[in-house]
Each structure stands twice: as C-alpha cells, then as structure tokens.
Nanobody
Framework: VQLQASGGGLVQAGGSLRLSCAAS????????MSWFRQAPGKEREFVAA???????YYTEAVKGRFTISRDNAKNTVYLQMNSLKPEDTAVYYC????????????????WGQGTQVTVSS
C-alpha cells in the first residue's frame, strides 16, 4: 500500500483544514487507516483511526474537533479538523495497518509522506 497525504497548510486559530490521504492497492477497505502527528521535538502521536467498516477512534485531545472518515470506493481517508489550536501544529501522517486497531506508530506497516499543519495564534 502506498499512501499520499495532502491538504496541510497555515491557518489561524479557530480555523479549519481538511487532510486527505489517497491509497493505492485493491485491499484498502481491509486496513485500519489512521492519522498521526509529530510536533518538533516530540514523538509521533496517534490522532484518529477508522476501520474498514467505519469504527472510529480518537485521541482525547481532538474529540469534538476532528472528524475522520473514509471512502473505500476512492481509496481515500480524510481528516476534517475544526476549531484548530496552536498546539495542533505538527506534521500530520496517514498510516495503514491490517488486523486490528493500533495506537503505537511502530505498529503500522505503511506511511504517507506527511503534510505540515501550522496553526497561528
């Protein structure tokens, strides 16, 4: 599986961005698709995940503000980010893993290249 993330940018606090991650391969729907982020000097952290059937998981810090979704027909996963805060500033990565939900970055098999999200105060 090859992943291509896009949609990052610079936005003011309170604004919104939508990230997309396009995947190659015919077995997209069988993977858990996730978003991680990594801020400067910090470890890569789990943000959200969605199963092939649509079960969703969020880290507490983004609940109520971010929405993950997927379109299996288009092999694409999205992350709608609303009410953005300066602490959301990071490089955002999409990732794919088979089997079951994983929260640790080292458990993921496939990664996109990352897209920068910068939220100004």
């Amino acid at each position: 599986v090859q992943l291509q993330a896009s949609g990052g940018g610079l936005v003011q606090a309170g604004g919104s961005l939508r990230l997309s991650c396009a995947a190659s391969g015919r077995t997209f729907s069988s993977y858990y698709m996730s978003w991680f982020r990594q801020a400067p000097g910090k470890e890569r952290e789990f943000v959200a995940a969605i199963s092939g059937g649509g079960t969703i998981y969020y880290t507490e810090a983004v609940k109520g503000r971010f929405t993950i979704s997927r379109d299996n027909a288009k092999n694409t996963v999205y992350l709608q980010m609303n009410s953005l805060k300066p602490e959301d500033t990071a490089v955002y990565y999409c990732a794919a893993v088979g089997g079951r939900i994983r929260y640790a970055a080292q458990s993921y098999d496939y990664w996109g290249q990352g897209t920068q999200v910068t939220v100004s105060s």
